[in-house]
Structure formats: structure tokens, C-alpha cells
């Protein structure tokens, strides 16, 4: 397919996969709260991706594997990052994972 000059596949609606957004988080957590902010701020703006949240207090599985990390942004269930979120950088892994 190609393209007008400077147009995307993203930018005409032609987005063939999507990305789930995962943030494993815990109550109180107040790194949790930041990284939430801008892991919604990312998503809600870009085509294709999905967000959820889940708190290792509901998951055996994510607290022995992430109880010293949090919060941590999973794409597709891979780690993208623990603790601080970059929303350019998460921004890029989602259109990676999307394209």
C-alpha cells in the first residue's frame, strides 16, 4: 500500500492490530497513581491500544513477580517499564506493537 507524503497507517485509519495496555498496580501506591495519569493520557490518544488495570493484591501471580516493581506497564503481557512511565517513549512501543 502506499501512502500520501507524511501519512500513516495510524493516521488513516488503517490500523490492523491493537495493543494491550496493562498497569499492575497496588492501593496506596502513589507512583501507581502518576503512571496511571499518563498511561491513560497515551492510550486514550492512540489508535489501536487498550488499557487495563490490575492490582497485585487480586493476583498471586503479579505480586511474586512484580511486588518490589510497581506500578509496571506490560504491552502484550511483556514489560515495557517498572516504576516511571516516559509517555513518548510508551507512545513509540505502542505504535511498534500496533503497526
Not at 503481557?77 to 505504535?95: E, Q
Amino acid at each position: 500500500m502506499t501512502l500520501p507524503c507524511g501519512d500513516t497507517p495510524h493516521r488513516l485509519g488503517f490500523v490492523t492490530s491493537t495493543a494491550t495496555v496493562t498497569l499492575v498496580t497496588k492501593p496506596g501506591c502513589h507512583l501507581c497513581d502518576a503512571a496511571r495519569e499518563i498511561v491513560l493520557d497515551v492510550v486514550g490518544g492512540t489508535d489501536g491500544a487498550a488499557f487495563e488495570e490490575r492490582s497485585i493484591e487480586d493476583d498471586a501471580e503479579l505480586y511474586d513477580r512484580f511486588v518490589e516493581e510497581i506500578p509496571v506497564v506490560l504491552i502484550n503481557g511483556k514489560v515495557h517499564n517498572i516504576w516511571r512511565v516516559d509517555a513518548d517513549r510508551l507512545r513509540g512501543a505502542i505504535l511498534e506493537a500496533t503497526a
